[in-house]
């Protein structure tokens, strides 16, 4: 019974995460209409409130097609896996799920995070369409530059906080990794400007340009619930779970995406490298004098 009980309440967090998504897609829209000195989408409804549902409904209800030789197993399993991972990811936060809450949470995060990247890699791969390998490859080769510093940083935040876990009290010296963590959740999540997996030789999509109808929602919904979970992991990490910290980091990321253009993908791994890789050592040195 008890475990039944924990099934429905995942269910029903999911479906929850499930309709933050298609809400915070018209907010992004608004958002970038302001920026741009235009209207949003406004016609669905009152201020069209239900537009991403209708588009939502549009996208399911077109034709999937598979392109030669394409694997349908294959190709439906990887957009299955990638919205399984962006689901486990509300797991290791220490407000939600108090019946899963373990001790080694930010380990777990550094895995998942790694394994997330192969979703994208063989998205590409197996679609059989050059666009999308190169798309893939991008998005492959982007992770090996910002995960080292990633992965360095969560080390860091452990040795600060003396806790393998995200459910740490708040500590004001975690105040210093805020700017860092926005350059490296960009990163992570392919926005602007290291959205190198969309190439602007070709002009398409990347990894995904294959995709429609149901494996496209679930690319979709997995790339934009990793941007809602990343906002919470924000408050969570910085503000001890603040609503306004939330909505406070997503518009900041809008805020970046309609302000900044594409790097020079050189540029990028340069940033990552010689930038980002010196100051995250730096920040790992001071948390391991301070944890002493």
């Given amino acids: 019974m008890l475990l039944f009980f924990m099934l429905v309440m995942v269910f029903i967090f999911v479906v929850f995460v499930m309709q933050g998504v298609a809400f915070i897609t018209l907010c992004e829209r608004h958002c970038l209409g302001g920026s741009q000195c235009r209207i949003g989408p406004n016609k669905v409804s009152y201020m069209g409130v239900f537009q991403a549902v209708f588009d939502g409904i549009k996208l399911m209800k077109k034709e999937a097609l598979l392109g030669w030789k394409v694997s349908s197993f294959y190709f439906i399993l990887v957009p299955v896996l990638a919205f399984m991972i962006s689901n ?57 530059s910002y995960e080292v510093v990633f ?11 003396s806790c393998y876990s995200f459910s740490f009290a708040f500590n004001f010296y975690t105040l210093i990794f805020v700017f860092l963590y926005l350059f490296l959740v960009l990163a992570e999540l392919n926005r602007a400007p290291f959205d ?27 790339e934009y619930g990793s941007l809602l979970f990343f906002s919470v992991l924000f408050s969570v ?18 805020f970046v995406r309609s302000s900044f253009p594409r790097f020079r993908y050189d540029k990028m791994m340069g940033f990552f490298w010689f930038c980002l890789m010196p100051l995250v050592l730096f920040f790992l040195v001071f948390s391991v004098f301070y944890w002493l």
């Fill in 196 to 222: 190198f997996s969309e190439g602007e030789s070709e002009l398409v999509s990347g990894f995904n340009v294959e995709y429609s109808s149901v494996p496209f929602v679930l690319l979709f919904l997995s």
């Fill in 88 to 144: 486990i990811y509300w797991f290791v936060l220490p407000f939600f799920y108090s019946f899963f809450t373990f001790e080694y949470s930010i380990v777990f995060m550094m895995c998942l995070v790694g394994v997330f990247v192969y979703c994208l890699l063989f998205s590409g791969i197996v679609s059989k369409s050059k666009y999308g390998m190169l798309g893939g490859l991008r998005s492959s080769s982007q992770s090996v």
């Fill in 237 to 254: 990490l910085f503000f001890s779970f603040s609503m306004l910290a939330i909505f406070l980091f997503f518009f900041l990321v809008i």
């Fill in 151 to 161: 992965s360095i940083f969560l080390v860091s935040l452990m040795f600060e906080v």
